[in-house]
Antibody, heavy 118, light 111 residues
Framework: EVQLVESGGGLVQPGGSLRLSCAASGFTFSSSWMHWVRQAPGKGLVWVSR????????TYADSVKGRFTISRDNAKNTLYLQMNSLRAEDTAVYYCAYVLRPYYFDYWGHGTLVTVSS | QSALTQPASVSGSPGQSIAISCTGT?????????VSWYQQHPGKVPKLIIS???NRPSGVPDRFSASKSGNTASLTISGLQAEDEADYYCSSYTTSSIYVVFGGGTKLTVL
């Protein structure tokens, strides 16, 4: 059974940093593209970033480019999202997602809430 | 403002059929087959219910169907049930600098 468990969310001041983690199990993590998708409170879904199975290829939404860094540790079956220079508009539930095929998010974690506020 | 346009809300009575539209451009919905739909119940995780414009993953009831015409995709739910009350999001591959774009979501109310 595929399981994705996010952690690391919390309250952070504007300009601060936070690192999210997503522990994966139930599939071959090291050969799978992984994604982060976020959802602001009461708002819609927004794709944030993706990373290839070997970590060599990463892509970011324009809104986070240069501030967020996606990475992975295949030995630990864990996905990360390092978030720097956080802004109020980054406040959201952050989901990690596993895709079986490009462009479709087949499995989602339960999400972790990030609140950026002073 | 979301890249794909969905109605904010739709409603229907049990047993009825409803349709939710998702309008984009030739750079996303209209140009590619990579259109999908997600169902999200309040406080829950999104669930993929349609991929590749009209394909239902295993376990999704056949009451859910979808299609695309030009730059507009549509999700139809027939024989509405109370459990269908949820938010629905469309998504599409896009040639813009981002990977995929989502619609703003449609809240379905079963009266």
């Amino acid at each position: 059974e595929v399981q994705l468990v996010e952690s690391g969310g919390g309250l952070v001041q504007p300009g601060g940093s936070l690192r999210l983690s997503c522990a994966a199990s139930g599939f071959t993590f090291s050969s799978s593209w992984m994604h982060w998708v976020r959802q602001a409170p009461g708002k819609g879904l927004v794709w944030v970033s993706r990373i290839s199975g070997d970590g060599s290829t990463t892509t970011y939404a324009d809104s986070v480019k240069g501030r967020f860094t996606i990475s992975r540790d295949n030995a630990k079956n864990t996905l990360y999202l390092q978030m720097n220079s956080l802004r109020a508009e980054d406040t959201a539930v952050y989901y990690c997602a596993y895709v079986l095929r490009p462009y479709y998010f087949d499995y989602w974690g339960h999400g972790t809430l990030v609140t950026v506020s002073s | 403002q979301s890249a794909l346009t969905q109605p904010a809300s739709v409603s229907g009575s049990p047993g009825q059929s409803i349709a939710i539209s998702c309008t984009g451009t030739s750079s996303d919905v209209g140009g590619y087959k990579y259109v999908s739909w997600y169902q999200q119940h309040p406080g829950k995780v999104p669930k993929l219910i349609i991929s590749e414009v009209s394909n239902r993953p295993s376990g999704v009831p056949d009451r859910f169907s979808a299609s695309k015409s030009g730059n507009t995709a549509s999700l139809t739910i027939s024989g509405l049930q109370a459990e269908d009350e949820a938010d629905y999001y469309c998504s599409s591959y896009t040639t813009s600098s981002i990977y995929v774009v989502f619609g703003g979501g449609t809240k379905l109310t079963v009266l």
